[in-house]
């Protein structure tokens, strides 16, 4: 694992597909670039999607390739299973702070072989398949992963050792300690993406108590080929669903949860997977509630007109109540909007809550950055600079400025790279700093 | 005055691996209850896959677990190459033990 320097010109965080475009795009200006990311890979969220709206390409195929490209950049150097906790205006630029995790793995040695997950006895339940499938106490983060490289979840392990027998290369390192590093950089760019609206907001969806109302990621999961189940089942029992309802707004547009905007993705990923599921599953019968259908962005209208001629049934009513049956069946109470309110119950083998997003982190006691009300990073001058936040020479881009989907995103990664590279040619710090004392 | 008695072997200095088992305070009560249950619970679902391909609700009963857990445990057995897929009954999957299907 190389060390980190004491200099770099940019430093990105987050290694989503946000942080990645912008580090590439410094990159291949030829800036150096320190990439951090909190989780053991690279790739974020869009990594463990199942396929891209309006396209369908698969997500990971289109991920995968940034995540190579940024890991193997002369120009970018990437450091996973990292935080960074505090950046402050020093000179002309900025000291960060960034804590470096033990990961009990020495990356240099590791090959990544698995031989070490696959002779731990402890199973736990795996982040990465929001918990519906198993990783090992020790584990390679999943198989698209980068660096496919193990770490050691210490809070599980049962220090019985059988990794450190069976490693070809004598690659754990038990007394690896975490270490806090510090490095100067001219720009920071801020792009730590999103969590998804926690599950229990509304009590009355049953979300986090109803094995069978399962949140969106866990749906796009189940999905994936590589998925938890290797094809769509439900969590309760393993059943084929063949009734399946879409709950729209679960988790936005609402101020009784204190999330009143639109999280202007919710439609859009939700019709995909309606749809992709009438494609898995023979005859299934998919139905999504709707209070109304926000297809924004370029072919998404396309998209939901197809959705429905495939087969979707698509119905403006607003969900009051989701209740548990027999068999964890679960039913759904509407009132249907267009039908001047009449309420219906249906009951479903599986519910999905189109949950809203929010911010994955907060700049707060880190970095001396205002956040907007809503809790993503304060952009003060969004219609012309929408990457500037309230701190010179910090730059926020994709969903840690609010939602917005990954097309989106990347744009505005690319604006953040742009913003980043004019500021560090006017205040000289891509000049090496022997090079620009002399120029003084 | 008194004297030290030895046994002319060195004590071992404590290996890597028992330090950070210190550090964090030993294996918790919690951790070693959860490995032992799932040791159980692993030993229950490979004896019904024994006598053939069983579906999830079926494992269930015969090993009295609750699905959830049956099904959590089976696709971890799945991961790791210990259980396949062995066709349909109905709505559900059947699952057996690998090379027995």
């Not at chain 1, 084929?240 to 439609?267: L, M």
């Not at chain 1, 509630?289 to 924004?296: E, G, N, Q, S, V």
């Not at chain 1, 267009?338 to 006691?365: I, K, N, S």
């Not at chain 1, 710090?429 to 090079?435: K, N, Y």
Request: hydrophobic residues 40%.
């Amino acid at each position: 694992m190389a060390d980190i320097r004491t200099r770099y010109d940019a430093l990105v965080i987050g290694g989503g597909i946000t942080g990645m475009q912008a580090a590439l795009d410094l990159g291949e200006q030829g800036y150096d670039v320190l990439l951090i990311e909190k989780y053991a890979s690279i790739g974020g969220i869009m990594v463990g999607l199942n396929k891209v709206f309006p396209t369908l390409d698969c997500s990971s195929c289109i991920c995968t390739p940034r995540m190579a490209e940024s890991s193997h950049h002369a120009h970018i150097q990437v450091q996973t299973w990292a935080e960074v906790r505090q950046v402050e205006p020093e000179g002309d630029g900025f000291v960060a702070r960034i804590e470096r995790k033990a990961r009990y793995v020495d990356e240099d040695t590791c090959i990544g072989c698995s031989k070490c997950e696959l002779v731990c006895p402890v199973d736990v339940p795996h982040e990465f398949d929001q918990c519906l499938g198993a990783r090992r106490a020790i584990y390679i983060p999943h198989g698209n992963a980068i660096p496919q490289k193990a770490v050691l979840d210490v809070e599980h392990c049962i220090f019985c050792g059988k990794c450190e027998k069976v490693c070809p290369t004598e690659c754990i390192v038990f007394d690896q300690e975490p270490e806090m590093v510090e490095t100067r950089v001219g720009a920071v760019i801020v792009a730590t993406g999103l969590d998804i609206t926690p599950m229990g907001k509304k009590p009355e969806y049953g979300g986090g108590r109803f094995l069978n109302v399962m949140n969106p990621l866990a749906m796009e999961r189940v999905q994936s080929s590589n998925g938890p189940y290797g094809r769509v089942l439900r969590p309760s029992d393993g059943k084929i669903p063949r009734k399946i309802a879409y709950v729209q707004c679960a988790g936005s547009r609402d101020r009784s949860i204190g999330i009143p905007y639109c999280s202007r993705v919710c439609c859009m990923y939700a019709l995909k997977q309606a749809l992709l599921l009438r494609h898995y599953i023979h005859d299934v019968e998919v139905t999504l509630y709707h209070m109304d259908i926000r297809a924004f962005g370029k072919g998404y209208e396309q998209f939901y007109r197809r959705t429905m001629n495939e087969g979707v049934r698509v119905i403006k009513g607003k969900v009051a109540t989701i209740n548990e049956v027999e068999n964890n069946d679960v039913v759904v109470r509407v009132e249907l909007l267009d039908e001047g309110g009449r309420v219906e119950e249906h009951r479903y083998d599986l519910v999905v809550l189109a949950q809203g997003l929010v911010p994955a982190w907060h700049a707060h006691g880190v970095v001396a950055c205002a956040e907007a009300d809503d809790g993503f990073m304060a952009t003060p001058e969004a219609k012309i600079n929408p990457s500037y936040t309230t701190l010179v020479g910090v730059y926020v881009a994709g969903v840690a400025a609010g939602p917005k989907d990954i097309p989106d995103a990347i744009v505005e990664a690319g604006e953040a790279a742009m913003a980043a590279a004019g500021r560090l040619q006017r205040i000289g710090w891509h000049r090496a700093p022997a090079a620009a004392a002399a120029a003084h | 005055m008194g004297e030290t008695k030895t046994t002319g072997k060195a004590e071992k200095p404590p290996r890597p691996i028992e330090i950070l088992r210190d550090r964090m305070g030993g294996v918790s009560k919690e951790l070693q209850a959860s490995v032992k249950e799932q040791g159980r619970i692993r030993k229950a679902l490979r004896s019904a896959l024994a006598g053939g391909p069983r579906t999830v609700p079926e494992l269930g009963a015969q090993c009295e677990l609750p699905t959830p857990d049956v099904l959590w445990h089976l696709m971890a057995m799945r991961r790791y190459g210990e259980v396949v897929e062995a066709g349909e009954a109905g709505d559900y999957v059947r699952y057996a033990l690998k090379g027995s299907e």
